[in-house]
């Protein structure tokens, strides 16, 4: 059996953008997958976004999304429950380090053989 992971756009215009990343795991994980190409979105011609609202569930391991560059920058470690929002938390805005995209990449931890699944939802808004 393989991981199974899904990716679902649920609305790209000019500045916003919003998936549902939903996977879970035989216990093998995931390392470095890119979720979110920011080239593919609609005129995201900056390379440079923020994430403007995270809600997770996560069970059995740990969820880290990183903005990759040449030294990937961390957006959150996730497990449990939860959300952050810009309206009640700093956004998380990409600081476009050397090389890279800054696309939206995800890497599993502790990935458990038995029973391990994430569902989160990801706004990102481009910034100028």
Aim: proline content about 1%.
């Amino acid at each position: 059996m393989a991981d199974y992971v899904k990716v679902v756009k649920l609305r790209d215009d000019a500045n916003y953008a919003a998936f549902l990343l939903c996977g879970s795991s035989d216990g093998t994980g995931e390392t470095g997958i890119t979720k979110i190409d920011i080239d593919s979105l609609t005129n995201f011609s900056a390379k440079k976004t923020k994430v403007a609202k995270l809600r997770w569930s996560v069970i059995g391991y740990a969820v880290e999304l990183l903005f990759d560059h040449t030294t990937a920058q961390t957006i959150a470690v996730l497990t449990g429950q939860g959300e952050i929002s810009e309206e009640k938390d700093a956004p998380i805005t990409d600081a476009g380090g050397a090389g890279g995209t800054g696309d939206i990449q995800l890497t599993t931890h502790g990935a458990q053989a038995t029973y391990s699944a994430y569902t989160i939802y990801i706004e990102i808004v481009k910034v100028a």
